[in-house]
């Protein structure tokens, strides 16, 4: 069993739609939760960063962590054709430093 | 003004060959990674140098050889190259004033094993 587990897709939505995220993870010791986005044949970029549990928000995107369930979210409301793109799960025990990344998830968001 | 970059982007050569990439970061930051990403989009470290010295290296063959010349530079030499070793490798960086850095992303150099 992999450490973080994430669906790969495709989710396919429609423009405007809110689309929700997910990925569960077995190591308690994580700390830090992060989603990326990676659009095709470029490298990550960290849409959204939580320590511990709860809920951020930033725009149109919201990141929940409930660690007794081992599971987080990353909700993005209002998606657009731009917001298409592999989302990337990742999380550390020891912050930044030794990521660890679920397999992704493809969004593709129709106009 | 690109932060991260690295060279060559693309990589086609023979099983068996010796290659590098390189990897250059101008955000003054403190610590580079290699990440490996294979053809399911699954990205994982490799290894990782905090001003120059190696911190993280994860269960990577010895084939594989990072070499951090100074801060702003992390190069990857791969020796006897093998076809599971075609995948994109991006190369990363942060500073570490404790654990609330941002990892920022090369674009990738994607290699091809034939």
């Known amino acids: 069993q992999k450490e973080v587990e994430q669906d790969p897709g495709p989710l396919s939505v429609p423009e405007g739609a809110i689309v929700s995220l997910n990925c569960t993870y077995s190591?308690?010791?994580?700390?830090?939760f992060m989603w990326y986005r990676q659009y095709s044949r470029k490298g990550p970029e960290l849409l959204m960063y939580?320590?511990?549990?709860g809920n951020k928000e930033d725009g149109r995107f919201t990141a929940q962590v409930d660690k007794s369930s081992k599971y987080i979210s990353l909700f993005i409301r209002d998606s657009q054709p731009s917001d298409s793109a592999t989302y990337l799960c990742a999380m550390s025990a020891l912050g930044f430093q030794k990521l660890v990344f679920g397999t992704g998830t493809r969004l593709l968001v129709s106009p | 003004d690109t932060a991260v970059s690295q060279t060559p982007k693309y990589l086609v050569t023979q099983m068996g060959n010796d290659k590098s990439i390189k990897c250059e970061q101008n955000?003054?930051?403190?610590?580079m990674y290699w990440y490996k990403q294979d053809s399911k989009k699954f990205l994982k470290i490799m290894f990782s140098?905090?001003?120059?010295?190696?911190?993280i290296n994860e269960t990577v063959p010895n084939r594989f050889s990072p070499k951090s010349p100074d801060k702003a530079h992390l190069n990857l030499h791969i020796n006897s190259l093998e076809l599971g070793d075609s995948a994109v490798y991006f190369c990363?960086?942060?500073?570490?004033?404790?654990?609330?850095?941002?990892?920022?992303f090369g674009p990738g150099t994607r290699l091809l094993v034939l």
């Open positions: 990363a960086s942060s500073r570490t004033s404790g654990n609330q850095e941002t990892q920022y």
């Open positions: 190591n308690s010791a994580f700390q830090y």
């Open positions: 955000l003054g930051h403190d610590t």
């Open positions: 140098y905090n001003n120059k010295e190696l911190i």
């Open positions: 939580t320590y511990s549990s």
